[in-house]
């Protein structure tokens, strides 16, 4: 048995498991149809039925802005800022949850969703529900969103502002693991789209916690917010993961009516002439994932637990050994990395540890 949100989960038994197994064989003569393509950015898929994404970004570069406009691009199926949607009929319906923010500001973001589409805001749209969970517990948003999507007809789309609230630990591999594995389940069963919200690590361009990093493994595109470094009142948007081309990144800024409206004559900084200037150390990019295992079974096989210097002499001595050589400056961002990625643990502030649950 393991436990799950306080729950016991029993195994699945051998009759089931061979009935699962049969079932996901594919065979080579099969008709397989392809995903139908609902979202687009130009001429390229950002979202399809069956699968989900995600926007990401610091705090206050309004990406509930830019979901608004992703949201009522479904909702008119039509153009939205740059985004296009095309639903199939039987996929017309939209179900937006919101975890984080009363229902006075609930009711702002679904009237600015009902202005993009050009619908009236004196009425309810029967194609669109949007759910209020700031007061429920993780559990109880998971049911009421369970319910909702498959006691629904129509759905087609579904958004979940911010999926970090249907966990009780950020960093906790099994409540994570739980989370993107219903995104699967509720998008292959029910053939919709899903798209959420969360934030990103104040130190680096990640997605917070665990739950981010299966989010960036799992999803289908994740897209950036950012605030424009000249000019604080543009965000600007592109991708940082997509399984389709990228698009051209575009920025928006807030109107008078506080509505997202495109800026026409936004540049993307381009690289300078000349020898381009080295990037900052990055351990994500820099270090392979087995170099980072290796390194974290030399350290650990000698001691269980480490002091902070302690740690940062072993690391040392491991990634030289591993073929990644790393000094005292560089060695610093690898122990914050290794602890954002919950790698290693530090516990009671103190002492660092081997996550045995460690996932990269």
């Not at 009237?111 to 759910?131: M, Y």
């Not at 170099?291 to 072993?314: D, I, N, S």
Request: aromatic share 8%; net charge neutral.
């Amino acid at each position: 048995m393991c436990m799950e949100y306080g729950r016991e989960r029993s195994p699945i038994k051998r009759e089931e498991a061979w009935q699962l197994w049969q079932q996901s064989i594919l065979s080579i003569t099969g008709n397989y149809e392809k995903a139908p393509e609902v979202f687009k950015i130009d001429d390229t898929v950002i979202g399809t039925l069956g699968n989900f994404s995600a926007s990401i970004g610091k705090a206050k570069s309004k990406k509930t802005f830019n979901v608004s406009a992703i949201v009522a691009a479904a909702l008119k199926n039509g153009k939205v800022l740059n985004y296009s949607a095309s639903f199939p009929s039987d996929k017309s319906t939209i179900i937006y949850i919101d975890t984080e923010q009363s229902p006075y500001h609930c009711l702002k973001v679904m009237k600015r969703i009902f202005q993009l589409a050009g619908l009236s805001t004196e009425a309810n749209h029967p194609c669109f529900k949007f759910l209020a969970l700031r007061k429920n517990t993780p559990e109880e948003r998971i049911a009421i969103i369970n319910e909702a999507i498959y006691g629904t007809d129509n759905v087609g789309l579904v958004v979940i502002d911010g999926i970090r609230d249907l966990v009780y630990d950020i960093n906790g591999p099994s409540e994570s693991t739980y989370i993107i594995s219903k995104l699967m389940q509720w998008t292959d069963e029910k053939q919709i789209h899903l798209h959420t919200i969360l934030h990103q690590n104040k130190g680096d361009e990640n997605a917070r916690g665990h739950i981010g990093t299966e989010l960036s493994n799992k999803a289908e595109t994740i897209l950036q917010v950012e605030k424009d470094k000249a000019d604080s009142n543009i965000s600007k948007v592109e991708a940082v993961h997509i399984r389709a081309m990228d698009f051209k990144p575009f920025a928006f800024r807030i109107n008078e009516q506080a509505l997202p409206e495109i800026v026409e004559d936004y540049v993307v900084e381009e690289s300078k002439p000349g020898r381009p200037p080295k990037e900052p150390f990055d351990p994500y990019k820099e270090i392979k994932v087995e170099q980072h295992e290796k390194a974290l079974r030399f350290v650990f096989a000698k001691k269980g637990v480490y002091g902070y210097e302690e740690l940062q002499e072993a690391l040392v001595e491991a990634y030289n050994e591993v073929g990644c050589p790393i000094g005292r400056n560089k060695v610093t961002k690898v122990i914050t990395f290794l602890r954002n990625k919950r790698m290693i643990l530090q516990e009671n502030g103190k002492k660092y540890s081997l996550n045995p649950d460690r996932h990269y």
